[in-house]
């Protein structure tokens, strides 16, 4: 069985006080809570203080993108090893803030999980349709484009080793939230996608996480769902009160 795995997304959120006022608050009520996977994804700059606060316990640390070099030239990047030094055991990869506003596209994603990998870090890989793409009945060749782009020249070991993260752009943010079944639909997908493209025994193992305005209000329905086994939790993981919540309604 597939444990759930709750992740939350701080995005461009948090002074490093903020951040060490949220984790200490995350920490007192989580930890000594194992049902399941906890990760914290803050701004670059408070990585390191947040890690501190997490060290030796339940929760774990990963950094919200990554660099598709180990080093050099590249202002304004940050690699695996700089990553791994702040304490970072994941990375989200091809976010669609990422995508849309940075110009993220299916080939950087595939290098940056492929640096991801290589450097010891669980990739977090993000696929999803636009509100227009959804209802021009696009989802299912967007979010196959985006798989074959991202994931589709990994080997089954390689393969093993990451998490995809469904979360359909029309609910980011805007307070909706794709009903369980449309969520699970997409998640049912992916998963045999894997099992075809890659391995029966991969799509097996593979957790795939919803994301999408999760709240803790959404989070049990979404999780009675087959394959969900998550959430990647964006503005409700800024409130201990709120991301606490979800990670207990998740089992």
Same mark, same amino acid.
């Given at each position: ?21 949220? =984790? ?11 049902? =399941? ?121 390689? =393969? ?92």
């Amino acid at each position: 069985m597939r444990k759930p795995f709750i992740a939350g997304n701080w995005k461009m959120h948090t002074t490093i006080s903020d951040a060490i006022n949220l =984790a200490n608050g995350i920490k007192r009520e989580l930890v000594d809570f194992n049902k =399941a996977d906890i990760l914290l994804c803050p701004p670059f700059t408070a990585l390191s203080s947040v890690s501190e606060v997490i060290m030796d316990t339940n929760i774990k640390l990963g950094a919200q993108n990554i660099a598709w070099e180990k080093e050099g030239a590249y202002t304004g990047e940050i690699s695996s090893i700089m990553l791994k030094d702040c304490g970072c055991k994941f990375a989200i990869i091809g976010h669609s803030e990422r995508r849309k506003y940075f110009g993220e596209s299916d080939e950087t994603v595939n290098r940056r999980i492929k640096a991801a990998l290589l450097g010891g870090l669980t990739p977090i890989v993000c696929v999803g349709e636009t509100l227009e793409e959804r209802e021009s009945d696009l989802t299912i060749k967007v979010i196959t484009g985006q798989l074959e782009g991202g994931v589709g020249n990994l080997s089954e070991e390689e =393969a093993k080793k990451i998490i995809i993260a469904y979360e359909p752009v029309w609910a980011i943010g805007t307070g909706k939230t794709a009903a369980p079944h449309q969520a699970q639909e997409i998640h049912e997908f992916i998963r045999g996608w894997i099992s075809d493209k890659i391995s029966s025994e991969c799509a097996r193992l593979l957790r795939i996480l919803y994301g999408g305005s999760v709240k803790p209000a959404n989070i049990r329905e979404l999780m009675k769902e087959e394959d969900i086994d998550g959430g990647l939790v964006g503005g409700a993981s800024l409130k201990v009160e709120s991301f606490v919540e979800i990670v207990k309604n998740s089992i």
